[in-house]
């Protein structure tokens, strides 16, 4: 039916202990191949598999999916008309149905909750399980009506999934759900194909441009802005350059943001410039990028944002391009949030983390992983770290000449006075302060601007130095400075060495987005001709074959429909459906 060749990970293994009628609970990554382990059992045991997601934009979606593949579901929510609800609860008493997914308040309504019996239930699966802990049931006070399911139906398998649980919250939903030991399966948190780079460079919008056109030049992407403002300025300027770019923040309509999110779901190569607000919810697997323009919150932030990419599997790219100024302003408005000291406390740690994560030297998955307490040891040889290494060196001197000239222009100018101060420039400013005079005038002609550039963000990033941020972005010292100045500190600085290390060849699972061997002119049109079968049935795109299946198709090449089975994400009904089309299709292009 799905047209895989193999099971991922411990899909197999959790799919037999749920036939068995097992409970289990599963922690899976995004994109990791949760909906296998409940789907197949729902098919495969007696009556209808039951979904419980909190989702409800997404329903549709994962429903026509399904259909697609010739599996029998439906949704029961708040969108439906009086009368497809009639039709979903007709078939439900017909049994005709392999899965049902359902809102968690529809379902334990009485009227409904007192039927499911009736309805012989296969299984029980609970998306977003996390909702069932304390913390959770705040936002989603339904979920934990959920456990009266496990009261009424101890025999019929309850499954719980989740992408993000630490331990607390792991054994709260257990012991809710009533889930033992042996039915908990975590797998961890890294994504492979994701990866991982960090640039610090200024020119920001220029290198956003290189990194889409010379990587993902017509591929769908997520560019995340902190400000509104430069959400619509980064939008229209990736427009003017002809990529198919549109705004999504709190300011725009709320049919304005309907109908991009929808254009971003249901066309191809739409890039999406948001601020955090958008995303949640969002399971297009076609996504190639995630871009940042503004440094997150946190490091949870940042992977759940990063998280939204590849969720095919497929090879995708974190990007972000960050400066002194995010530094800056991040702190700024942690300082000025109205919460109280304890929570400020929390928020300027977990925005320290990531950015000595930013300026980090080891390999960024490694640090990833091990921030969320899974041990891995890398290199991945897939992130900015591992690929173009950066060394190590001793900063203290030159961290020493810029304090020294901080202090002595009186903790009162920015980053540029104070770069042109240690490299000697006679600019009109320098003259009018005198500063030419400073002992510490032109002491720092071994770096370049941009290398002072570097060291001062690096020395604001460990807290060496402030920004005064309510003035005019002046430059001071801390208390920690005082350690350095007084040589009783050394500071350790990254460099990017200049010379490319050969990247350690090392056989790894991911699958390239397209390889030598793929036709790109040929997938352009079985893109489009997918395109248009999915306008005409209002479905997304990836609903009628996955950026996977098209690729292997514009690379293998199948002739007949036995081996266009063959390919990936093929199953029969797909076969039926659609294989002759896409047949004919390749058989015109090649004339
Ligand atoms: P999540 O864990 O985020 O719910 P999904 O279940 O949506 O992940 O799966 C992510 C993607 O991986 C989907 O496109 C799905 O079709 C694909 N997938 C899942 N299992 C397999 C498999 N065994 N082989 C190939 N692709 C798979
Ligand atoms: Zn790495």
Partial sequence: MFGYSAFRGRQEEIISHVIRGNHALIIMPTGGGKSLCFQIPAIVRRGVGIVVSPLIALMKDQVDGLRQLGIRAAYLNSSLSHHERLAVERSLRAGVLDLLYVAPERLMTPAFFDRIGDFSPALFAIDEAHCIAQWGHDF??????????????????????????????QREVRSRLDIPESGLFITGFDRPNIRYRVETQTNQKKRLARFIDSEYPREAGIVYCLSRKKVDRTAAWLASRGHMALPYHAGLTQRERQQNQERFLHDECVIIVATIAFGMGIDKPNVRFVAHLSLPRSIEAYYQETGRAGRDGLLADAWMSYGLGDITTMRHIVESSEADERYRRIERHKLDALVGWCESTVCRRKMLLNYFGEPYEGPCNRCDNCLKPVEEWDGTVPAMKVMSAIKRTGERFGAGHVIDVLLGNETDKILRYHHECLPTFGVGTELSSAAWRGVIRQLVAANLLQVDVEGYGSLMLTDESLAVLRGSRKVSLRRVRKTKRRAKTKKTRTVRVYDASTDRDLFEVLRNLRLEISRKQGVPPYAVFNDRTLIEMATARPRTLKAFGELHGVGEVKLRRYGRRFLDAMRKYDG
């Fill in 140 to 169: 989603r006070p339904e979920y934990l009506e959920l456990t009266r399911l496990r009261d009424r139906f101890p025999d019929v398998p309850c499954i719980a999934v989740t992408a993000t649980a630490d331990v607390a919250t």
